[in-house]
T-cell receptor
């Protein structure tokens, strides 16, 4: 089945710097890749997603890139702010016969933005 | 903005007891999911549910687990005889169309088994 690996596990940046989180997946049939932000005591909140027919997507300070050949995708946050501090999860939706909408998550990255 | 709601926020139960975790998905959504997150670990898929039946379940979702949509709004997860290792955050999620569409998560129920 699908396996998603996420790096780094922790990331500390200065306010205003950029942050990059990377994920790799194993199932070449996976076709949908969301990113979630989880704040303390809250559920995962979708921040951006990308489909397998697109290489890059941007929403204000957040962007996601997808390399299908290498089977990896990355989250880029520019001009980081203290409120960006949270745990970020990547996920993949397996395609093919397993098409029930389930998501396979990475291990999470704890991002700390220092003022 | 519509949201997924879960109750209770925290459930403490003795080992061997039954628990029911409740979720109210977004009203026009058709696909429903349960995930769990053991403290400090990744979010893990448990089960997907569509058209009043399970469409997929993981290895974690053994005979002790069951799901139900008893009415038009609630979606429940039952653990029949809880074990210590069932202690985790349990998240409900829903999506309008399950096939590679955004999933919206509730804030979870923290289940503590004593």
């Amino acid at each position: 089945g699908e396996n998603v690996e996420q790096h780094p596990s922790t990331l500390s940046v200065q306010e205003g710097d950029s942050a990059v989180i990377k994920c790799t997946y194993s199932d070449s049939a996976s076709n949908y890749f969301p990113w979630y932000k989880q704040e303390l005591g809250k559920g995962p909140q979708l921040i951006i997603d990308i489909r397998s027919n697109v290489g890059e997507k941007k929403d204000q300070r957040i962007a996601v890139t997808l390399n299908k050949t290498a089977k990896h995708f990355s989250l880029h946050i520019t001009e980081t702010q203290p409120e960006d501090s949270a745990v970020y999860f990547c996920a993949a939706h397996p395609g093919g016969s397993s098409n029930t909408g389930k998501l396979i998550f990475g291990q999470g990255t704890t991002l700390q933005v220092k003022p | 903005e519509p949201e997924v709601t879960q109750t209770p926020s925290h459930q403490v139960t003795q080992m061997g007891q039954e628990v029911i975790l409740r979720c109210v998905p977004i009203s026009n959504h058709l696909y429903f999911y349960w995930y769990r997150q053991i403290l400090g670990q990744k979010v893990e898929f448990l089960v997907s549910f569509y058209n009043n039946e399970i469409s997929e379940k993981s290895e974690i979702f053994d005979d002790q687990f069951s799901v139900e949509r008893p009415d038009g709004s609630n979606f429940t997860l039952k653990i029949r005889s809880t074990k210590l290792e069932d202690s985790a955050m349990y998240f409900c999620a829903s999506t309008k169309d399950g096939l590679g569409q955004p999933q919206h998560f509730g804030d979870g129920t923290r289940l503590s088994i004593l």
